[in-house]
């Protein structure tokens, strides 16, 4: 079964600092790419940041310089390090797996971000 488990989600005040975190189970880690997502009310949900299994990485233009995506893979966790937050940050960010082999999408069930002006 497999499980994506978001947390550090908080309400901060704008400029502040929040690390979420990710943790998987239920498929082989190291060999898939993770992603942030996240979706505001009445907005479509969107990239944050994304990191493949070899550790690239790719972000949003609205979160470059401020967000940093990282994983551990003896942890199976992915993390996203988010400094500088804006009132425009504000959403529940989802963790997602992919697996180009398989092929499988895996999406966590999301956790509230909350920045206050």
Known sequence: QVQLV???GD???AGGSLRLS???SGILFSR????WYRQAPGNQRELVARITNDG????ADSVKGRFTISRDNAKNTVYLQMNSLKPEDTAVYYCKTTNYVGP???WGQGTQVTVSS
């Open 6 to 8: 978001e947390s550090g």
């Open 104 to 106: 499988y999408v895996y």
């Open 32 to 35: 898939n790419a993770m992603g």
């Open 11 to 13: 309400l901060v005040q």
């Open 56 to 59: 690239s990485t790719n972000y």
């Open 22 to 24: 990710c943790a998987a």
